[in-house]
C-alpha cells in the first residue's frame, strides 16, 4: 500500500511537471504570439502579412525541431533544459527590440525550441504514467493552461494599456517560473525507463505485449499523414482568432478574450479525454475531434459576431489538443521500441501541416476566410480517413 502511494506520488509529480513544461513551451513560448499579435499591430503598426511572416518562421522552426528531435532523443533532460532555457531568453529579447528580422530570428530559436520540449517531455512523461492514462491527460492540459494564461496576461495588459513589449516580459518571466518546475522534477540525468517501486510484472507485461506484436508502420502512416494536414487545419485559427475579433470589435479590448477562452476550453478538454477514448476509443474520439474543430474554423466566416468568435475559440481549443494526446498515445502504444521517433515523426507532420497556414493566407492576398474553409474541408477529409481506419481496426 506504501508502495503504491508513493508511486502515485511520483506519477503525479511527473504529470505536473509534464504539464508546466508544455505551458511554458507550447501554451505561451508558442501560442502568446496569438494574444500578442493585435497589440503589436496597434503599437508597433505590424502588418497582417509581417504578423503571418512571424508565425510562418515560428512555425519552420517547429518543424526544424521536429526534424532534429529524434536524433536527440537518448539524452531527452539535457534538451528540454535546453529548450527552456531557450524559449526564456527568446521571449525576453523579443521586448528588447523594434526591428523585424530580429523578431523573426528570436521567433525561429523559439519554434525549434518549443518543439523539443513537445517531443522531450512526450518521452521522459508518458512511459511513466502508461498505468494512469487520466495523468497523461493533465500533461497535456499544459498547452491549453499556458495559453489561458498567456491570454488573461494580455487580456489584463490591453486593458491596462501596456505596450506588446511589456508583455513579452512579463511572459518571459512566467516561462522562467514553469520551467524551473520541470527542472526540479528531471534532474540531469538518463531518465527510467519506469517510475522507482514499479510494479516490474506489469511493465515486464507491457514489454512483452509490445514485443510480440509486429509494429504496423502503414497504419502509423497513416495517422501520420492525418496529424499533419491536422496542423494545417488547426493553425489558421490558433494564430488568428484574437486577430479577427479585433476586427470584428474594433478597439474593444474584449477581443483578447477570446485566446483565453481557447486556452481554458483546451486546459479542461484533456481532462475529460481519457474517459472519452476509453468509452468510444481513440480513434472515434479523434474523429469527432477533427469534425467539431471543422464546424468552429467555419464559424466566423458565416458569422462575423463575437458570439461566434467565442464558439470557434471552444470548439477549436477544446479538440486541438486532445487530438495531440491521442496521436502522441497511438505512437506510445503502438510504436514499440520505436515509439519515441514515431512521436518525433507526428511533431514533424504537424509542423509541416502548419506551415501551409500562413502560406495560404500570404499567397490568397490576406482572404482569410478561404483560407478557414479550405481547413475546415481538410479536417473533414482526414475525419473520414481516421474513421476508415477505425473500421479496419475492428475487422
Known amino acids: 500500500m506504501q508502495t503504491d502511494s508513493v508511486n502515485d506520488r511520483h506519477r503525479i509529480g511527473v504529470a505536473l511537471a509534464g ?122 492540459s499544459g498547452v491549453g493552461t499556458g495559453i489561458a494564461l498567456g491570454g488573461l496576461v494580455c487580456l489584463a495588459l490591453v486593458a491596462s494599456n501596456f505596450s506588446s513589449s511589456f508583455a513579452w516580459g512579463i511572459l518571459a518571466l512566467l516561462c522562467a517560473a514553469l520551467g524551473s518546475v520541470v527542472w526540479r522534477r528531471f534532474p540531469n540525468i538518463a531518465p527510467s525507463p519506469h517510475p522507482p517501486n514499479t510494479n516490474l510484472t506489469d511493465v515486464n507485461t507491457t514489454h512483452n505485449a509490445r514485443a510480440g506484436s509486429a509494429v504496423d508502420q502503414p497504419r502509423l502512416w497513416r495517422l501520420v499523414i492525418c496529424y499533419g494536414l491536422y496542423g494545417f487545419g488547426y493553425i489558421l485559427p490558433a494564430t488568428y482568432l484574437p486577430a479577427q475579433a479585433r476586427i470584428l470589435l474594433q478597439e474593444s479590448w474584449i477581443y483578447s478574450l477570446a485566446w483565453p477562452v481557447f486556452g481554458l476550453a483546451a486546459a ?52 486541438f489538443v486532445v487530438i495531440t494526446l491521442l496521436a502522441m498515445q497511438e505512437a506510445q502504444r503502438h510504436g514499440g521500441q520505436q515509439a519515441p521517433i514515431w512521436m518525433a515523426r507526428l511533431t514533424t507532420a504537424f509542423a509541416t501541416g502548419q506551415l501551409f497556414g500562413p502560406l495560404f493566407v500570404m499567397g490568397l492576398g490576406e482572404r482569410l476566410s478561404l483560407s478557414l474553409l479550405l481547413a475546415a474541408g481538410v479536417l473533414l477529409v482526414t475525419a473520414v480517413v481516421l474513421f476508415k481506419q477505425w473500421c479496419l481496426d475492428k475487422k
Open 268 to 319: 479542461v478538454s484533456t481532462l475529460l479525454a481519457a474517459a472519452l477514448a476509453h468509452h468510444f476509443g481513440r480513434l472515434p474520439t479523434w474523429v469527432g475531434a477533427h469534425v467539431l474543430m471543422a464546424i468552429g474554423v467555419v464559424l466566423p466566416v458565416f458569422l462575423p459576431n463575437l458570439v461566434a468568435i467565442v464558439l470557434a475559440a471552444m470548439a477549436v481549443g477544446g479538440t
Open 19 to 140: 504539464l508546466a513544461g508544455l505551458a511554458l513551451a507550447i501554451g505561451i513560448g508558442r501560442f502568446a504570439y496569438t494574444a500578442i499579435l493585435p497589440m503589436m499591430q496597434a503599437d508597433k503598426g505590424l502588418s497582417l502579412a509581417d504578423g503571418s511572416l512571424l508565425a510562418l518562421v515560428n512555425l519552420v522552426g517547429y518543424l526544424i525541431g521536429g526534424l532534429t528531435a529524434a536524433r536527440l532523443r537518448h539524452q531527452p533532460v539535457f534538451f528540454a533544459r535546453l529548450a527552456i532555457g531557450l524559449i526564456v531568453v527568446g521571449m525576453a529579447l523579443m521586448a528588447f527590440t523594434d526591428q523585424l528580422w530580429w523578431w523573426v530570428v528570436l521567433r525561429l530559436i523559439t519554434g525549434v525550441a518549443s518543439a523539443w520540449v513537445m517531443v522531450m517531455l512526450s518521452i521522459l512523461c508518458l512511459p511513466q504514467l502508461n498505468t494512469r492514462p487520466a495523468l497523461a491527460g493533465w500533461v497535456f
